[in-house]
């Protein structure tokens, strides 16, 4: 976890969080009394809720900041866990394919959260902003983190969710709050993974553009001298960095982005094994069904026919 050499913001009292909490919670329930996932009115902030805890489920997080009003949630990137609460934002600085669990909710207590994607163009020109502040970005780090939750971070976010319930105020005031949101992530001890993404010129940036290659283009074969020249660098560099940032090389990356993207085809498409392998890019149905139980434990007949069971 990298130092900023910035002081670090206080974390706000229990009352006091939990009175912010509460807050948040009454202005959730108003404008979503469903489960799953809703987008707001607000751009790039969506509401999540489950009642109760469900299998592990795909999830493709795109570069934003996540904050749990009620609950725990684990998240599972390559073959490193993260585990984050109430006292912890999630900060996601890439898009990266996980596998993603809410813990410990039921009807009464139901897990909460609010996400807002990160606008990457003003977080560039919120470094430009805030250099002087002695930032030390360190290379080389996982571009997805947990950081603790301040009172002024906390008090952004609340800010940022009573906007659903004044709309007329949105296209005022909306982007400023998300941009104290974005800087209060910067300046929290795991900023760094945002920072080294968004750095126009740094190897990490660069890394970026294959990430974003990939993704764009994950049904397609590649070659790691295609992925080398997109990012203007070196191959072996290209597959250091690429791994330090998403926990995987881009060929194991490319067939996470294959895996999820057919297991959301099967789920919402009702697509056949089959049939969602050869949308995905796979030739041989075999080679898919055992890369797809490495990744998710059982066959994907076992896996899907469960999720539909409980959803």
Do not use: C
């Amino acid at each position: 976890m990298s130092n900023l050499g910035i002081s670090m913001e206080p974390v706000m009292d229990a009352e006091a969080s939990e009175a912010i909490r509460r807050r948040m919670v009454s202005i959730f329930v108003r404008h979503f009394d469903g489960e799953g996932s809703t987008e707001t009115a607000v751009p790039g902030l969506s509401l999540h809720r489950r009642m109760s805890m469900a299998a592990p489920a795909s999830f493709l997080y795109e570069p934003s900041l996540a904050l749990i009003v009620r609950g725990e949630k684990r998240v599972i990137l390559g073959h490193e866990t993260y585990r984050y609460d109430q006292a912890h934002f999630l900060l996601t600085a890439l898009d990266l394919p996980t596998v993603v669990q809410v813990l410990n909710a039921t009807q009464t207590d139901p897990y909460i959260s609010i996400k807002q994607v990160i606008d990457l163009e003003l977080a560039r020109e919120l470094i430009a902003e805030v250099d002087q502040l002695r930032y030390s970005t360190t290379a080389n780090e996982p571009a997805l983190a947990v950081g603790p939750v301040t009172a002024q971070l906390l008090n952004a976010a609340l800010r940022l969710l009573e906007l659903v319930d004044r709309p007329q105020d949105i296209p005022i005031l909306s982007r400023s709050i998300q941009r104290e949101i974005i800087y209060r992530a910067l300046v929290s001890p795991v900023g760094a993974r945002l920072r080294q993404v968004v750095e126009v010129g740094t190897q990490t940036n660069r890394v970026s553009a294959a990430v974003r290659w990939l993704r764009d283009h994950f049904q397609q074969p590649f070659r790691v001298e295609q992925l080398a020249e997109i990012a203007g660098l070196g191959e072996s560099t290209l597959h250091h960095h690429f791994r330090a940032l998403t926990a995987m090389s881009p060929l194991q990356y490319q067939k996470h982005l294959r895996l999820h993207e057919a297991r959301r085809l099967m789920i919402t498409e009702r697509l056949d094994a089959g049939s969602a392998a050869l949308r995905v890019g796979y030739e041989s149905a075999t080679q898919f069904n055992r890369e797809y139980r490495r990744l998710f434990g059982v066959p994907p007949k076992t896996d899907i026919r469960a999720i539909l069971a409980v959803a």
